[in-house]
């Protein structure tokens, strides 16, 4: 046998030869990453520059993804990537590291500073060097210190994370007596402001923020595509419903129609909650309970498509027919859905949309009867306060950045439209989830295809065999 230590140079030799290209997207030309890098320059000025640090290497055999941040202004994928924006010259550096024989040998070509010009035609970047370059070329010269330093202070968001969350374990850690850590973003801005002391460091969060709260057709186009695969998926989960089954199995279903639609990872863990326990749990993820006749099912679950994620949930009864007391209820959180979303059309505010559905609810519920006054008062209370109807914005995470609440609903803002309702005394909760695009003339539900109505939920669990039925779990091997 040859020895592994002959083997390895013409191992990595002859696999560079017969590599495939570098992995690059192919969803957004240099031409919009330039727009964008166009509105930094705007809005940071002539005397600042922005330094943004890609993710790390990834531990482990997970797969590797760019933060969301990261990605935004360059596409890409590289870890130990840095993207300078300089507003002084307005121009574009992008720091890379060299290539990686061994690397490649074992995982396939990766872009590095190697592929300057293949980088550079598709990113739009004026120079791409060694990320070793980034002293000599820039933070080493003299008198070449910015007036401001913008870096990313808030955490760099990866696969299934928000910021929110992100935010919540970073403190969780710092907090921690016996940990104290502070994160990535934080230590670089610290770097910054040791290595660079006349520099005043300041957070490009809000900046980002702004930017991302509009989609541009692109990104909608690919927000669309991960609606339709959550829509399909949850569509799979409904036709595998039955009593005996496990929630994890119409996990697997969904998940199953993630994968062979082209969706690498989940945008989040799925919630798939059978019953009022678990479903009452908002965020519920053990999905570990066995589906029973009389239940209902809440899966809310979508996929993380070419970066891009959306947000959808729907209800439906494991038997195939609603209970009295599940339509009645599920049926006001429709309609409430249904007159929010007629609804929404840019120039008007949240506010506005919920006073006018207020009164609209209002005259509804003079001839609604309901079979509980605690249920009556639960449903008023839906209208009344607005029941998180208008949730978070969503694009590159779930729980996406940049605000749209407050002011005029603006084309392109793409956001959740999450109606509950609870009824305490009982532990009940019940729920929609849509994600719409803010339209010139209107709005666009995404998933408008979805089984919504009750009859046509029902329908859907009653169509016959679903994914779990055809390919059940397999028995375990006799040994």
């Known amino acids: 046998m040859v020895p592994f230590r002959v083997l390895w140079p013409l191992l990595f030799t002859a696999t560079a030869l017969a ?3 570098a992995f690059r997207q192919t969803d957004f030309p240099a031409e919009e990453f330039q727009a964008r890098w166009t509105k930094i320059y705007d809005h940071i000025g002539d005397k600042a520059v922005l330094v943004m640090q890609g993710v790390p290497k990834t531990p482990g055999f997970n797969f590797p993804r760019q933060t969301n941040e990261f990605y935004y202004l360059s596409g890409i994928e590289t870890p ?4 300078l924006l300089d507003g002084r010259t307005r121009q574009a550096t992008l720091f890379m590291p060299p290539r990686d024989a061994r690397l490649e040998a074992n995982e396939g070509k990766v872009l590095s500073a190697a592929d300057a010009a293949e980088v550079k035609q598709l990113t739009g970047a004026d120079r791409v060097l060694t990320n070793t370059d980034m002293k000599d070329e820039w933070l080493g010269k003299p008198g070449a210190t910015p007036a401001t330093i913008y870096a990313l202070l808030s955490p760099a968001e990866g696969n299934s994370e928000s910021r929110g969350e992100l935010r919540a374990a970073n403190l969780a850690i710092a907090n921690d007596p016996w940990d104290g850590r502070t994160s990535r973003e934080l230590n670089f801005a610290n ?34 595509r991960a609606s339709e695969i959550a829509g399909q998926g949850i569509v799979a989960a409904m036709h595998s419903s039955k009593s005996g089954v496990s929630e994890y199995e119409l996990d697997a279903a969904a998940r199953y129609i993630f994968l062979v639609n082209g969706a690498r990872l989940e945008g989040y863990r799925s919630i798939t909650a059978s019953g009022t326990t678990n479903i009452a749990n908002g965020h519920y993820f053990r999905n570990t309970s066995r589906l029973d006749d009389g239940q209902m099912v809440l899966m809310d679950f979508a996929p993380d498509y070419h970066y891009y994620t959306s947000d959808i949930g729907r209800m439906w009864p494991v038997s195939g027919t609603f209970l009295p ?47 509980k006054p605690e ?73 408008d295809f979805l089984p919504t109505e009750l009859n046509d939920l029902e329908a859907a669990v009653k169509q016959g065999a679903g994914l779990v039925q055809r390919f059940p779990a397999a028995p375990a091997a006799k040994r």
Not at 344 to 357: A, H, Y
Not at 376 to 401: I, M, N
């Open 325 to 371: 007391w599940q339509r009645e209820l599920l049926q006001v959180v429709l309609d409430y859905r249904n007159a929010i979303l007629k609804r929404i059309k840019p120039g008007l505010t949240v506010r506005q949309i919920m006073d006018e559905t207020k009164v609209e609810m209002t005259a509804q519920f003079a001839t609604r009867k309901f079979s």
């Open 191 to 224: 770097l910054l402001r040791t290595r660079f002391p006349q520099a005043e460091v300041k957070d490009i969060t809000p900046i980002l923020d702004e930017l991302r709260s509009i989609k541009s057709p692109r990104e909608i186009a690919l927000i669309r």
């Open 80 to 83: 130990h990537t840095y993207l």
């Open 375 to 447: 249920y009556e008062q639960a449903a008023r209370l839906l209208f009344e306060k607005g029941g998180g109807v208008f949730s978070h914005p969503v694009g590159l995470t779930v729980h996406d950045d940049g605000g749209y609440t407050q002011g005029p609903l603006k084309v392109g803002q793409v956001f959740s439209i999450d109606p509950a309702i609870r009824v305490p005394s009982e532990n009940l909760y019940l729920r929609y989830e849509d994600v719409v695009v803010v339209t010139p003339n209107g709005y666009e539900n995404f998933t």
């Open 19 to 21: 590599q495939a290209p």
